[in-house]
């Protein structure tokens, strides 16, 4: 892989709630280089979006994070807040699931797009509202947005929702961000604007170079278009690699559960999906050792190791980077 | 036919918008123009669309949630359209609904085993705690729930309570909307493994709405593929999914990512969005973001016709893909 | 904006119904109460001769229906009562005469606005700088003391009487201190350095009691803005805490606290009644109270129906701003 622009060691979160502390990431480790996309999957509770979130110091004041959230070398985490804000939407920008509520519905979008670029141009004769208002049009169009120039003075009420997903996409870029989050970006929208959507967000990402970090828990959208697959699960990794490392090596029972428990349509259907019992914990009832051992059916084949010990991410032999978070040493299915 | 359960006939579904001015007329939402659509015992039909496309507003009036503008709704072949109030209970009894988002369709306030017996009641019946225990039991919880709320459950399991409590009354029929569309993929499977064992033991049929056709090639024989409030395509579930004639259904298949890295695709991204139903184009509704429109499409409404070599697959479509 | 248009044309001619119905109903009302206006002219000793003719002179001997067109028509026409040397002209638009006061209602009205409008609109500018402000502290400082002081403030202001602030301000600040005069009107226009310092304590007394509502709803209105996706969006695009509550937050708070800030200022207009007899100013509320206390019905009822003016006029005005205010509104 080449340089990553972003690298992220050991990130953990911790919520302080009246109930206690609360872990919502334990421990990650990701990296994603410029111009490729990585893919963060996981289940409502994994701590997916919570990562992103902590990558951005989006978080709310009762959360302490810990760890390095490095850009181009730089640490993140600690950084005063004004430091950050000049970070934050110029160098790195997020694109949210749902964009009717990311978009602000009182000022036009064209207002919201130019917003973004004037925050970061100074007091420089850049940042004049005409040079602003340029750019927002010129990245509405290159966002695919039709008459963009007249499109911008609408609200957005008045936009479909794969519009409004574009709109949000264009203010993320109008910086040229080295890195770009996106979380859930298509699941709100129907499958047919998906595709669009997937298929801009790989084009910017070509012209641009991008790096993408992809939030997802849609198996089909990361095959499509992710390089590398961080899973989580209980707020740890569960296994780490390549995009064919995980659709077609996958080495912990939970990525293996998710495979199978997704049903596809463009095979016939198996008789019965593959489902993983039980559902999963709620944040802060993590045992002291594997989070998905209740619910993994290998368990017993490893003992008590599982309910002791915490797994940590080792190298899969002879898979290079590949990694899971696994007491159990064979490939489930080969066990 | 006595095998029918469900016969919609010709069903519209308009929705009033009221005009603001005097001069400008009344404008009307067409979220079901004119649909035909029937279920058989031991079928689950999979209606599945886009939203917009007035699958939801369909299983409603299906249910006799809403009434339609015009058409016939039969329910185990007595006609329905016109029964009202008290008069639909036994009507209710045989079709029932599930929602897609258990949280908001079960009462907070209520234990579940108030949930549970509400249904009962309405039927006039009291029903005993065994009873319930089996209603729960067989939707994979236990008589331990009887006494919780909704907000102790998990998304998963409070769809199995809203499971439970449409087969309470013993239903011929569940319409499912969305079922599965706001739980995990892990959880997801569970509930259309549930679905799919109690269709085998008790000899349910489904009508399934949803988005995801995933999801409905799983559990569906037959689907209908709606589109701004019309069925362009229905058939054998494998037929359309394997052979889709209509070029919506084609571009819809396509569009869906597969869990295969690399996987080389032909796909159709389709380009603009769904028209507003309050103006449908003329002709065929899909024309304006057809790949393959021609003039003729614009000209005539169509019905659903026979595919080649099928008397089973129909689809709506001037240039048919086969 | 056609849309905008026809609204308002719509919304006016609603009013104007309105009015008609209230009009009528304030009428009767106030013409059933068994107080007769002529008793009170006639004078004493009231013979009942005498009392027939002014009865006949106030049109009093008339239907009530017919007494009611007589005031719908004076309203646009004006009303002559009586004839010859002693006739009294009540010029168009005539919203009654009053016989003790021997003036028309309208004229009435006309003097006593300054003074209440002076009171209020200061006392609002006041109350809204004071209430967003204060409100705005408190959602950003949850839970903290900043929050439980401002919460604590809108609790007092709420819970008092407006006679007891009042009189408690004339005795500090007007007495004690001897920093404001205690009472009577200057107009603006005749200095306006003494209209403003005649109008501090009355103001001050009318915003901190106004204020409360204002520091509740923007409070609440505020916290629940800052919580929506939209807000993490501008902290995502790398804009300052002071913008993201500002211009994010602030903004889509503003409709509620505007809508209140319209029907409160156009029921205050009417009259402030307990804060003008406070502060001895004659504004609109005096002239209502005075009139019940001399049973003048024909200013209780120009009085009543202005007021109700005020506020349909108030609702009016909050409804177009509202659609201004909010893209997503529509006036169709």
Request: with cysteine; hydrophobic share 45%; charged share 20%.
């Amino acid at each position: 892989m080449a340089r990553p622009v972003l690298e992220v060691h050991d990130l953990h979160v911790t919520f302080r709630t009246d109930g206690g502390l609360v872990p919502a990431v334990d421990g990650i480790d990701f990296a994603v280089a410029a111009g490729e996309t990585l893919a963060i999957v996981g289940e409502s509770g994994s701590g997916k979006s919570v990562s992103s979130a902590a990558v951005m110091g989006l978080l709310p004041g009762n959360a302490d994070v810990t760890g390095e959230v490095l850009l181009d070398g730089r640490d993140l985490v600690g950084l005063p807040s004004d430091e950050l804000r000049k970070v934050r939407g110029n160098d790195i920008a997020l694109v949210f699931q749902d964009a009717l509520s990311a978009l602000n519905p009182y000022y036009s979008v064209g207002w919201q797009v130019a917003e973004a670029y004037r925050l970061h141009h100074g007091k420089s004769r850049d940042a004049s509202k005409k040079e602003a208002q340029r750019q927002a049009v010129r990245m509405l169009d290159l966002v695919g947005i039709p008459d963009a120039a007249r499109r911008a003075n609408s609200y957005p009420h008045e936009f479909s929702g794969g519009m409004r997903q574009r709109v949000v996409i264009a203010m993320a870029l109008v910086n040229n961000p080295k890195v770009l989050i996106a979380d859930e970006p298509t699941t709100a929208l129907d499958v047919t604007v998906q595709a669009q959507i997937m298929r801009l967000l790989e084009d910017v990402q070509e012209e641009f170079g991008t790096a993408l970090v992809l939030i997802s828990h849609d198996l089909g959208v990361v095959a499509e278009v992710a390089d590398d697959v961080l899973v989580m699960y209980a707020g740890r990794a569960a296994e780490r690699g390549t995009v064919r490392d995980l659709f077609h090596r996958a080495a912990h029972p939970y990525s293996l559960g998710l495979l199978g428990a997704m049903p596809r349509v463009d095979v016939p259907p198996k008789p019965r999906l593959t489902t993983i019992p039980g559902s999963p914990p709620s944040p802060g009832s993590i045992s002291t050792g594997c989070p998905f051992q209740p619910r993994c059916a290998y368990t017993e084949r490893v003992g008590e190791r599982c309910i002791t010990e915490r797994p940590e991410l080792t190298p899969r032999p002879g898979e290079g980077d590949h990694e899971a978070a696994c007491h159990l040493g064979r490939r489930p299915s080969d066990a | 036919m006595p095998d029918e359960l469900l016969h919609l006939e010709n069903i519209k579904k308009y929705f009033g918008l009221r005009g603001g001015v005097p001069w400008r007329q009344a404008q009307a939402v067409k979220a079901v123009d004119d649909v035909s659509f029937v279920v058989r015992k031991g079928e689950t039909v999979g209606l599945v669309g886009e939203s917009g496309s007035g699958k939801s507003t369909l299983a409603r009036v299906a249910t006799r949630l809403l009434d339609p503008t015009a058409g016939r709704v039969e329910i185990g072949g007595v006609d329905v359209t016109k029964v009202s109030g008290r008069k639909l209970r036994p009507v209710r009894r045989k079709v029932q609904m599930v929602f897609q988002d258990p949280q908001a369709s079960l009462n907070p306030r209520q234990s579940v085993g108030t949930i549970l017996t509400t249904p009962f009641r309405a039927q006039g019946i009291r029903p005993t705690k065994i009873q319930l225990v089996e209603l729960l039991e067989q939707v994979g919880l236990s008589a331990e729930h009887l006494d919780r709320y909704p907000h102790e459950f998990s998304g998963g399991q409070r769809q199995r309570i809203g499971i439970a409590r449409a087969l309470s009354v013993q239903p011929e029929l569940l319409v499912c909307d969305e079922p599965v569309s706001a739980l995990d993929v892990s959880i997801q499977a569970q509930v259309l493994n549930l679905l799919a064992d109690l269709r085998d033991e008790l000899g349910l049929s489904y009508v399934l709405v949803a988005h995801d056709l995933a999801v409905v090639r799983q559990v569906a024989s037959r689907i209908a593929v709606m589109y701004l409030g019309t069925i362009v395509e229905e058939g054998p579930a494998a037929e359309v999914y394997d052979h889709p004639a209509h070029p919506y259904t084609r571009a819809l298949l396509s569009a869906v990512p597969v869990p295969e890295p690399g996987a080389v695709r032909d796909r159709i991204v389709l380009t603009g969005d769904v028209p507003t139903p309050i103006s449908p184009p003329s002709g065929c509704p899909f024309r304006t973001r057809c790949y393959k429109a021609e003039d003729i499409c614009s000209t005539k409404r169509l019905v659903l016709e026979a595919v080649a070599g099928s008397n089973e697959h129909k689809a709506a479509c001037y240039l048919p893909e086969i | 904006m056609p849309d905008l248009a026809w609204f308002v044309v719509r919304r006016l001619a609603a009013a104007v119904l309105v009015m008609l119905a209230l009009s009528f109903a304030v009428y009767l009302i106030f013409y059933a109460i068994p107080a007769d206006p002529a008793n009170l002219a006639c004078g004493k000793p009231c013979t009942p001769d005498r009392l027939e003719q002014a009865r006949h002179f106030m049109q009093l001997d008339q239907s009530t229906i017919q007494q009611y067109l007589n005031f719908l028509k004076g309203i646009f026409a004006g009303r002559t009562f009586g004839d010859g040397t002693a006739a009294v002209h009540c010029n168009a638009p005539c919203f009654g005469y009053s016989f003790p006061l021997a003036r028309p209602v309208t004229t009435l009205i006309l003097e006593r606005l300054p003074i209440t409008a002076s009171i209020a609109l200061g006392a609002a500018v006041l109350w809204l700088i004071i209430g967003v402000s204060l409100g705005v502290v408190a959602a950003l400082n949850r839970g903290r003391p900043l929050d439980r002081l401002s919460v604590g403030f809108a609790l007092v202001g709420v819970a008092s009487p407006s006679f007891l602030i009042g009189l408690l301000a004339i005795l500090v600040f007007g007495f004690w201190l001897n920093m404001v005069p205690v009472s009577g009107y200057i107009p603006l226009t005749d200095s306006p350095v003494d209209w403003a310092w005649h109008l501090v304590t009355p103001w001050l007394v009318l915003a901190v009691l106004q204020a409360a509502s204002y520091i509740r709803l923007t409070r609440a209105q505020m916290m629940e803005e800052l919580n929506l996706d939209h807000i993490t969006t501008a902290r995502a695009k790398g804009a300052g805490e002071a913008r993201v509550v500002l211009t994010h937050g602030l903004r889509g708070a503003l409709v509620p606290i505007v809508t209140l800030f319209g029907l409160d200022l156009g029921g205050l207009l009417g009259g402030a009644i307990l804060t003008e007899k406070v502060f001895s100013m004659q504004g609109l509320g005096d002239l209502l109270i005075s009139a019940v206390a001399q049973l003048d019905v024909a200013v209780v009822v120009g009085t009543t129906l202005f007021s109700a003016f005020l506020i349909i006029l108030a609702n009016l005005l909050v409804d177009i701003v509202h659609g201004v205010l909010d893209p997503r509104v529509s006036h169709g």
